[in-house]
Protein backbone atom coordinates (compact mmCIF):
# COMPACT_ATOMS: atom_id res chain seq x y z
CA UNK A 1 0.00 0.00 0.00
CA UNK A 2 2.52 2.56 -0.84
CA UNK A 3 1.30 6.19 -1.92
CA UNK A 4 3.63 8.61 -4.00
CA UNK A 5 3.24 12.10 -2.41
CA UNK A 6 4.19 14.97 -5.15
CA UNK A 7 5.27 18.20 -3.31
CA UNK A 8 4.22 21.89 -4.73
CA UNK A 9 7.38 23.96 -5.53
CA UNK A 10 6.31 26.49 -2.42
CA UNK A 11 6.07 23.82 -0.04
CA UNK A 12 9.80 22.04 -1.70
CA UNK A 13 10.90 25.94 -1.03
CA UNK A 14 9.78 26.33 2.05
CA UNK A 15 11.39 23.52 3.27
CA UNK A 16 14.93 24.04 1.94
CA UNK A 17 14.28 27.70 3.77
CA UNK A 18 13.44 25.78 6.88
CA UNK A 19 16.37 23.25 6.58
CA UNK A 20 19.21 25.97 6.39
CA UNK A 21 17.73 28.54 8.66
CA UNK A 22 19.56 27.84 11.98
CA UNK A 23 17.83 29.61 15.20
CA UNK A 24 19.91 30.80 17.59
CA UNK A 25 19.48 29.28 21.24
CA UNK A 26 18.41 31.09 23.66
CA UNK A 27 20.81 32.29 26.08
CA UNK A 28 23.31 30.95 23.74
CA UNK A 29 25.75 34.12 24.11
CA UNK A 30 25.35 35.06 28.15
CA UNK A 31 27.89 32.41 28.94
CA UNK A 32 29.45 35.03 30.81
CA UNK A 33 25.85 35.16 33.26
CA UNK A 34 25.83 31.65 34.12
CA UNK A 35 26.63 30.30 37.51
CA UNK A 36 30.48 29.11 38.25
CA UNK A 37 29.09 26.33 40.50
CA UNK A 38 31.53 23.76 41.45
CA UNK A 39 31.25 20.31 39.35
CA UNK A 40 33.81 17.24 40.35
CA UNK A 41 33.65 13.94 38.94
CA UNK A 42 34.12 10.46 41.01
CA UNK A 43 35.98 7.86 39.85
CA UNK A 44 35.69 4.13 41.02
CA UNK A 45 37.29 0.85 40.27
CA UNK A 46 36.13 -2.43 41.19
CA UNK A 47 38.87 -4.78 42.36
CA UNK A 48 39.43 -7.24 39.47
CA UNK A 49 38.04 -10.36 41.07
CA UNK A 50 34.33 -8.39 41.73
CA UNK A 51 34.34 -7.12 37.45
CA UNK A 52 31.68 -9.55 37.21
CA UNK A 53 29.25 -11.55 39.25
CA UNK A 54 26.19 -10.89 41.89
CA UNK A 55 28.51 -9.54 44.89
CA UNK A 56 29.49 -6.42 42.29
CA UNK A 57 26.29 -6.44 40.84
CA UNK A 58 24.60 -5.89 44.20
CA UNK A 59 27.16 -3.77 45.46
CA UNK A 60 26.46 -1.34 42.38
CA UNK A 61 22.70 -1.60 43.01
CA UNK A 62 22.86 -0.96 46.58
CA UNK A 63 25.04 2.33 45.76
CA UNK A 64 22.51 3.79 42.78
CA UNK A 65 19.79 3.30 45.35
CA UNK A 66 22.12 5.44 47.97
CA UNK A 67 22.97 8.07 45.53
CA UNK A 68 19.47 8.54 45.54
CA UNK A 69 19.72 10.39 48.74
CA UNK A 70 22.31 13.21 47.76
CA UNK A 71 21.11 15.96 45.85
CA UNK A 72 24.08 17.29 44.56
CA UNK A 73 24.54 14.09 42.41
CA UNK A 74 23.89 14.64 38.99
CA UNK A 75 24.03 11.41 37.76
CA UNK A 76 26.29 8.04 38.24
CA UNK A 77 26.69 5.21 36.02
CA UNK A 78 28.48 1.98 35.59
CA UNK A 79 31.29 1.90 33.51
CA UNK A 80 32.83 -1.04 31.53
CA UNK A 81 36.37 -0.53 30.11
CA UNK A 82 37.89 -3.45 29.15
CA UNK A 83 39.43 -5.27 32.12
CA UNK A 84 38.25 -2.00 34.16
CA UNK A 85 34.78 -1.63 35.66
CA UNK A 86 33.15 1.05 37.85
CA UNK A 87 31.38 3.87 38.17
CA UNK A 88 31.62 7.11 37.58
CA UNK A 89 29.34 10.26 39.26
CA UNK A 90 28.88 13.73 38.54
CA UNK A 91 28.77 16.14 41.31
CA UNK A 92 27.50 19.94 41.27
CA UNK A 93 27.39 22.34 44.05
CA UNK A 94 24.01 24.21 45.02
CA UNK A 95 25.91 27.81 44.27
CA UNK A 96 28.86 29.32 43.19
CA UNK A 97 30.33 29.23 46.95
CA UNK A 98 29.79 25.40 47.57
CA UNK A 99 32.59 24.30 46.68
CA UNK A 100 33.79 22.91 50.50
CA UNK A 101 30.04 21.39 51.13
CA UNK A 102 30.44 19.78 48.28
CA UNK A 103 33.36 18.05 49.13
CA UNK A 104 31.93 17.46 52.38
CA UNK A 105 29.04 15.66 51.11
CA UNK A 106 31.55 13.66 48.84
CA UNK A 107 33.62 12.72 51.88
CA UNK A 108 30.20 11.69 53.63
CA UNK A 109 29.28 9.67 50.73
CA UNK A 110 32.35 7.34 50.62
CA UNK A 111 31.97 7.00 54.36
CA UNK A 112 28.90 4.98 53.84
CA UNK A 113 28.63 3.84 50.27
CA UNK A 114 28.09 0.22 49.68
CA UNK A 115 30.51 -0.32 46.87
CA UNK A 116 33.36 1.21 49.62
CA UNK A 117 31.99 -0.81 52.66
CA UNK A 118 31.52 -4.14 51.02
CA UNK A 119 35.49 -3.31 49.53
CA UNK A 120 34.17 -4.06 46.25
CA UNK A 121 36.52 -0.80 45.42
CA UNK A 122 40.13 -1.16 44.21
CA UNK A 123 40.86 2.49 43.64
CA UNK A 124 39.24 5.98 43.28
CA UNK A 125 39.76 9.18 42.18
CA UNK A 126 38.16 12.55 42.23
CA UNK A 127 38.81 15.78 39.80
CA UNK A 128 37.37 19.20 40.27
CA UNK A 129 36.38 20.02 36.74
CA UNK A 130 35.53 23.65 37.05
CA UNK A 131 38.99 24.60 37.15
CA UNK A 132 41.07 26.12 34.31
CA UNK A 133 44.54 25.00 34.93
CA UNK A 134 46.69 21.76 35.02
CA UNK A 135 45.87 21.14 38.52
CA UNK A 136 42.17 20.09 37.81
CA UNK A 137 43.38 17.33 36.54
CA UNK A 138 45.17 16.00 39.66
CA UNK A 139 42.97 13.85 41.99
CA UNK A 140 41.75 15.67 44.94
CA UNK A 141 41.82 14.04 48.50
CA UNK A 142 38.90 13.80 50.69
CA UNK A 143 39.32 14.52 54.10
CA UNK A 144 39.65 11.12 56.29
CA UNK A 145 39.98 9.22 53.28
CA UNK A 146 43.93 9.82 51.92
CA UNK A 147 45.32 10.03 48.88
CA UNK A 148 43.63 8.67 45.87
CA UNK A 149 44.97 6.36 43.52
CA UNK A 150 44.66 6.15 39.67
CA UNK A 151 41.30 4.18 39.06
CA UNK A 152 41.61 4.00 34.99
Known amino acids: M ?9 DTAELVESENKEEPIEGDDDDENLPNIPVFTLLMNLR ?63 ENCPMVTQDVVDKWELFDMVEDDEESMTPISLPGLGEPDVAF
Open 2 to 10: EQKWEVDDE
Open 48 to 110: PQYKEGTAADAAILDTEKYCETFDRIMSCDVIDIGTHKGMVFIWAGASEDDREETIAEITSFM
